[in-house]
């Protein structure tokens, strides 16, 4: 049984530049969360798939943010032209649904824009 | 209302004693309340979870107490160990709700 896998662990970039980082839920699992977590903080809810379908964004997801889930299985979270206030722990959770509300996690990815 | 109020901030505790970190919440829609536990580096790890009509739920050395007059509930370590030293959050989320609410965090360390 595999847990939760994010991809890449680490990302260094340099402000203005984009990147992606994606997640593989638990197999089976319908629900799909992503959090960012800054230094000495809980995480924050940033968006939420159900299957394929995007259903919740946060406040906090601004328009150079763009998360998607195209066949329901793994899920991208893309940060165009990055701000160093962008540096954080993006982390995914995925659920089963069906009134399961578990939400179990995977490894985040840390990025640090320069 | 959405927040979950975490205390403390920072905890010692001798090897062998009990960790007790408080959970206060607002919103009584909130009906399902985990407990995470965190290592450096590492992502969040299921800890515990209970629902508002337990009053207790106990899993091996952890145990929640929860009050729901008083919209609050804590996180008991008995018999810590050096290996508990993290980070605990305490979370919620509302019946068919969709987004963890967490509290800010308790870095534990266990004296040995």
């Known amino acids: 049984d595999t847990g939760v896998s994010q991809d890449p662990r680490h990302k260094i970039t340099k402000r203005g530049q984009n990147v992606t980082f994606r997640c593989d839920p638990i197999?089976?699992?319908?629900?799909l969360y992503w959090y960012r977590q800054t230094l000495g903080q809980g995480p924050e809810f940033l968006t939420y798939f159900q299957n394929e379908a995007q259903l919740e964004k946060s406040r906090l997801l601004s328009d150079r943010f763009s998360a998607e889930r195209p066949k329901g299985s793994f899920s991208t979270l893309e940060i165009q032209r990055t701000e160093q206030g962008d540096s954080a722990m993006y982390l995914c959770?995925?659920?089963?649904?069906?009134?399961?509300?578990?939400?179990?996690f995977g490894p985040g990815t840390r990025l640090l824009v320069l | 209302q959405q927040q979950v109020k975490q205390s403390p901030q920072s905890l010692i505790v001798q090897k062998g004693g009990i960790s007790i970190i408080n959970c206060a919440y607002e919103?009584?829609?909130?009906?399902?309340f985990p407990w995470y536990q965190q290592f450096p580096g590492k992502g969040p790890a299921l800890l515990i979870a209970i629902r508002p009509d337990v009053s207790e739920k106990k899993e091996g050395r952890f145990t929640i107490s929860f009050n729901k007059s008083a919209k609050q509930f804590s996180l008991h370590i008995m018999d810590s160990q050096p290996g508990d030293s993290a980070t605990y959050f305490c979370a919620a989320i509302m019946e068919y709700g969709n987004k963890l609410v967490f509290g800010a965090g308790t870095i534990l360390r266990v004296k040995s």
């Open positions: 959770a995925s659920s089963r649904g069906g009134g399961e509300e578990t939400q179990y």
């Open positions: 919103n009584t829609a909130f009906d399902y």
């Open positions: 197999s089976e699992h319908n629900r």
